[in-house]
């Protein structure tokens, strides 16, 4: 791999154990890495039509990832064009997923009193 890590190993956990000095270097590859990916990227069959049942309900919705910001960016453009997304939470959100803090920080800016009991993830 480009990090010369197991899959048993967690890519953002290793990059945030890494020497502050190298963590830019290790980001840099996934970014590559992912940079690439997204040229491959192919929409789930059915996403577009599950996004405009969402949208008639008007029912809001938010992205949380684990993505860079640019793969995100291409997906939307690509294949959800004109779809309101807020907030979009990525990689560069700490702590990143699976940590519940991006599903508290979309619920907190929805205004959910009840934290993030009421969203659909």
């Known amino acids: 791999t480009a990090l010369d890590i197991t899959k048993a190993v967690d890519i953002l956990d ?3 154990s890494l020497p502050a000095t190298e963590q830019e270097t290790a980001q840099a590859k996934i970014r590559a890495i992912e940079a690439r990916a997204m040229l491959l990227q192919e929409a789930q069959p059915g996403l577009l039509d599950l996004i405009e049942y969402l949208e008639e309900k008007e029912i809001r919705m938010a992205l949380c990832t684990r993505n860079f910001d ?4 291409h997906l939307l453009s690509t ?3 004109g779809k309101i997304f807020y907030p979009i939470v990525t990689r ?6 699976p940590d519940p803090a991006g599903i508290l920080h979309i619920a907190e ?3 959910l009193e009840d934290g993030a009991q009421r969203l659909i993830m």
């Open 70 to 73: 640019g793969p995100v960016a």
């Open 109 to 111: 800016q929805w205004g």
């Open 79 to 81: 294949f959800l064009p």
């Open 14 to 16: 290793h990059i945030y």
């Open 92 to 97: 560069e959100f700490r702590p990143p997923k």
